[in-house]
């Protein structure tokens, strides 16, 4: 056998689809093109947004007489770990003042989410099948992340296509009918990709079901301060559920958020018994990082940690978060404006105002979609999802216009 025949027999995949596009972007020479596919910010002149924060964390790192290169510990930098737990849960919850929550560092949410399902994997007691519940849409990559450690993605209804809002009555059916202990992945807040969070008083009928279920919350975060502009209203749900003693861990980013999309820091949290269970579960944790990436990421994590642990430079933070989620809010807005009013495009436009986040899920179909990319070179998710950081005022007109046409036929 030559070399190259060892991999003859490996089935094709295709390509991730949003990285597929950011490349195919790069290479479009059309003046007008727009790029509305991944979920990354991008200020009012299209750019991408370092924050001031972040850049004065930098500098302080720099600066700083401690500056090493080090290994981190394998759990990652443990004042990073628990000031971000700190974020999540508040300094004076229960949880985080009996010791409850175990916290380690990985690689941004998807290693979180990657590291939360590893340890499922092997030390969950599943109920019957080895399955765990996920929203229909959800983040594309929850179904592989699951099915890469043996579990089986099973979906849960959450998007009404005809309402355009949560189909929560048959959400709360599935979570009845589930079996007991079932695991369910819920978004914290800014659902991706339909832009539609539970109200309060939904969440609170959500959280009384999985406590009379005995289900597992497995709580992903990855856009705290993008649904609202506010850190605290944004971790609401996840507060909420630890108060009320519901069996969870968190999957926590800060590439939103901090806009560290590169530097890949965020950390899983677990919900534990006591602080006994959170040694053993901290060591079992170690164990899968040890063998997949050793240690985490130190840069990120330092930046994160100055910004949390320094007053001036945290409230600039959240000034900055602000900013990016006010600017979206915008961006809804003349959305809404130009469709509904300059160009009475048809059908109801109100999703656009009323769904949350970096995501507007538009509800044009898989051809209008493509016909946007294809004619009108505006690169979007196959399902009509669009990111509104991608909009400004510059081509926001352009996007609506096409937008017009496909929908008009
Ligand atoms: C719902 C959700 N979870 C997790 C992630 C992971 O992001 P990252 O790994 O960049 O932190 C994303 C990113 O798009 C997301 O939308």
């Not at 001031?52 to 600066?63: Q, R």
Request: hydrophobic share 40%.
């Amino acid at each position: 056998m030559v070399s190259g025949e060892f991999w003859d027999g490996i089935p094709s995949v295709a390509e991730d689809e949003m990285f597929a596009m950011i490349t195919t972007f790069k290479k479009d020479p059309f003046p007008k093109k727009v790029n509305l596919g991944a979920g990354v910010y991008r200020d009012e002149d299209g750019k991408s947004w370092v924050l001031p924060a972040v850049k004065k964390a930098h500098a302080l790192l720099i600066d700083s007489p401690d500056l090493n290169h080090e290994y981190l510990p394998i759990a990652g930098l443990a004042e990073f770990t628990n000031s971000a737990a700190k974020l999540m849960f508040t300094e004076e919850s229960d949880v985080i003042k009996r010791g409850q929550v175990v916290s380690t560092q990985t690689i941004s949410g998807t290693g979180a989410n990657h590291l939360g399902a590893s340890f499922l994997s092997r030390f969950y007691l599943f109920n019957g099948e080895r399955q765990v519940y996920i929203s229909r849409p959800t983040w594309v990559n929850h179904h592989a992340i699951f099915a890469n450690v043996d579990i089986t993605p099973v979906e849960y209804p959450y998007y009404n296509a005809e309402t355009r809002g949560i189909d929560f009555d048959e959400m709360l059916s599935t979570m009845n009918s589930a079996p007991d202990r079932s695991i369910f992945v819920l978004h914290a807040c800014a659902h991706n990709p339909t832009g539609l969070d539970p109200s309060r008083e939904q969440w609170t009928a959500i959280a009384d079901i999985m406590l009379a279920k005995g289900h597992y919350a497995f709580f992903d975060a990855a856009y705290q301060g993008f649904a609202t502009g506010d850190l605290d209203n944004d971790a609401w749900a996840v507060r909420e559920f630890a108060r009320r003693g519901i069996a969870m861990l968190v999957c926590q980013s800060f590439a939103k958020n901090a806009g560290l999309y590169g530097e890949r820091v965020g950390a899983l949290h677990v919900v534990c018994k006591d602080d006994q269970a959170t040694k053993k579960l901290k060591n079992q944790l170690s164990l899968i990082t040890r063998v997949e990436f050793s240690t985490p990421p130190a840069y990120g994590a330092k930046l994160v940690n100055f910004i949390l642990n320094d007053a001036p430079l945290y409230e600039e933070w959240r000034r900055n978060i602000r900013t990016m989620a006010g600017r979206l809010i915008e961006v809804r807005k003349e959305l809404y404006r130009l469709l509904t009013e300059e160009l009475k495009t048809p059908g109801n436009w109100d999703h656009v105002i009323n769904q949350i986040g970096m995501f507007s899920f538009t509800g044009i179909s898989e051809a209008q979609s493509k016909r946007l990319r294809e004619e009108f070179h505006i690169y979007l998710a196959k399902n009509g999802r669009i990111s509104l950081a991608g909009l400004n005022t510059k081509n926001i007109k352009y996007f609506a216009e096409s937008l017009d046409t496909v929908v008009r036929g």
